[in-house]
């Protein structure tokens, strides 16, 4: 649990000191969104540029990757049989339709915001509060069961969305 946590603390340093970095050499970046391509423009060697664009673009499409193939499997393998009572007789095309439905619902969350960085960080605010509550409770509760932790991870996501998006609280 501490090793995770110190871990998470590591990554979330990177783009603050990207972001520093940019200000501290006067940069003039119209948004935090443009905080790394400023410095690969300004700053950077073109072949030092070309690797932090290329190490960008290949973390996007893997994280991309491995988060649909995620999908697609918790689909067919537990909300499928949830649903129908069984699992599919053709599962390559539901796999399919799964992948269609889960880019179709990434892309309408992703293009409801203006910059990656608000997306970044109301999508860490939504997730996180919910599996931080889920895995306090499971660490320290030992009765805590799956479905306490399912019901955790709905409830405090649920409630962040509410905090964040209604204007009166």
């Given at each position: 649990?501490?090793i995770?946590?110190?871990?998470?603390?590591?990554?979330?340093?990177?783009?603050?000191?990207?972001?520093?970095?940019?200000?501290?050499?006067?940069?003039?970046?119209?948004?935090?969104?443009?905080?790394?391509?400023?410095?690969?423009?300004?700053?950077?060697?073109?072949?030092?540029g070309?690797?932090?664009?290329?190490?960008?673009?290949?973390?996007?499409l893997?994280?991309?990757?491995?988060?649909?193939?995620?999908?697609?499997?918790?689909?067919?393998?537990?909300?499928?049989?949830?649903?129908?009572?069984?699992?599919?007789?053709?599962p390559?095309?539901?796999?399919?339709?799964s992948?269609?439905?889960?880019?179709i619902?990434?892309a309408?969350?992703?293009?409801?915001?203006?910059?990656?960085?608000?997306?970044?960080?109301?999508?860490?605010?939504?997730?996180?509060?919910?599996?931080?509550?889920a895995?306090?409770?499971?660490?320290y509760?030992?009765?805590?069961?799956?479905?306490?932790?399912?019901?955790a991870?709905v409830?405090?996501?649920?409630?962040?969305?509410?905090v964040?998006?209604?204007?009166?609280?």
């Amino acid at each position: 649990f501490y090793i995770t946590a110190l871990l998470y603390l590591i990554f979330a340093i990177f783009p603050s000191l990207i972001g520093m970095s940019a200000v501290a050499f006067s940069a003039k970046v119209a948004s935090s969104d443009q905080a790394l391509p400023w410095l690969i423009m300004h700053v950077f060697p073109v072949w030092i540029g070309s690797l932090l664009i290329v190490a960008a673009l290949s973390a996007t499409l893997s994280s991309a990757d491995s988060d649909t193939a995620t999908g697609v499997v918790i689909f067919i393998r537990h909300i499928y049989p949830l649903l129908f009572g069984h699992y599919p007789k053709n599962p390559l095309l539901v796999s399919r339709v799964s992948i269609a439905g889960i880019f179709i619902i990434a892309a309408g969350i992703v293009l409801h915001f203006e910059t990656v960085m608000g997306f970044i960080i109301t999508t860490n605010a939504v997730f996180v509060s919910g599996m931080a509550v889920a895995g306090i409770f499971g660490l320290y509760w030992k009765k805590a069961t799956w479905q306490g932790a399912i019901t955790a991870i709905v409830a405090s996501s649920l409630t962040s969305l509410l905090v964040l998006y209604v204007q009166s609280w």
